[in-house]
């Protein structure tokens, strides 16, 4: 149990589909990040939130919706997507953006079909 | 670009010897290192880290060593259980950077045999 929960664990969607992945940590920490990670690939930084404001969007193409409502909680709203998106999606925490360490999620599996 | 690669994809030990798992980088400005460990159907969790003004540092069972002359970083399991195996990567940055600035490597999968 690292402190920071992700659901659904797994995720089938249609290209047309709408979905949304849920993260919450319990760490008390300010900075939030989503990263994409596919398989044999290293993983990808996407967004990243400090005080649920958006501080980097790392060319994420806008099919992915980032939510941050509030330092503990981070959505990624997903519509249309394309097979090329399925990957594991963790999401990670840290006590704030300058660095501390990344506690990470275990992850959600999202399948596109 | 500037990457953080791995020297292996795969690596498989015995039950009980030492496992090394190695990793280079090439931004000769990171100053700062980590290891990260993934088990299956999970996400990764930090192992060990290192600064650059350090060419060696020793946790619970784990040493990861330093070489910045040749860029290199490995990380080495001592007497490996089967509860070591999963996928090893390492990440890199400037010690002044943000999380955000973390380059991952692609990772080793590591089996231990029985």
């Known amino acids: 149990e690292t402190g920071v929960t992700q659901t659904p664990r797994h995720l089938v969607m249609g290209m047309t589909n709408k979905k949304s992945l849920k993260c919450e940590q319990h760490l008390g920490h300010n900075a939030m990040y989503w990263y994409k990670q596919s398989a044999k690939k290293p993983l990808e930084l996407m967004f990243v939130y400090n005080f649920k404001e958006q501080t980097e969007n790392n060319s994420v193409p806008s099919r992915f919706s980032p939510e941050c409502p509030n330092s503990s909680h981070l959505f990624l709203h997903l519509h249309t997507l394309q097979p090329e998106d399925s990957a594991l999606y963790l999401c990670?925490?840290?006590?704030?953006?300058?660095?501390?360490?990344?506690?990470f999620g275990e992850g959600s599996r999202l399948t596109v079909l | 670009g500037e990457s953080v690669g791995l020297h292996l994809p795969t690596l498989s030990v015995q039950e009980g010897d030492n496992s090394i798992i190695n990793c280079a980088y090439s931004?000769?400005?990171?100053?700062?290192f980590i290891w990260y460990k993934q088990e299956s159907g999970k996400g990764p969790q930090f192992i060990i880290d290192?600064?650059?003004?350090?060419d060696k540092r020793q946790g619970q069972r784990v040493t990861v060593l330093l070489n910045k002359t040749v860029k290199h970083l490995s990380l080495q399991i001592a007497a490996t259980q089967p509860g070591d195996s999963a996928v090893y990567f390492c990440?890199?940055?400037?010690?002044?950077?943000?999380?955000?600035?973390?380059?991952f490597g692609s990772g080793t999968q590591l089996t231990v045999l029985p």
């Open positions: 990440a890199e940055k400037l010690s002044s950077g943000s999380a955000r600035q973390l380059t």
């Open positions: 990670a925490s840290s006590q704030g953006p300058a660095f501390g360490e990344l506690f």
């Open positions: 290192i600064r650059s003004n350090m």
């Open positions: 931004n000769s400005a990171s100053d700062y």
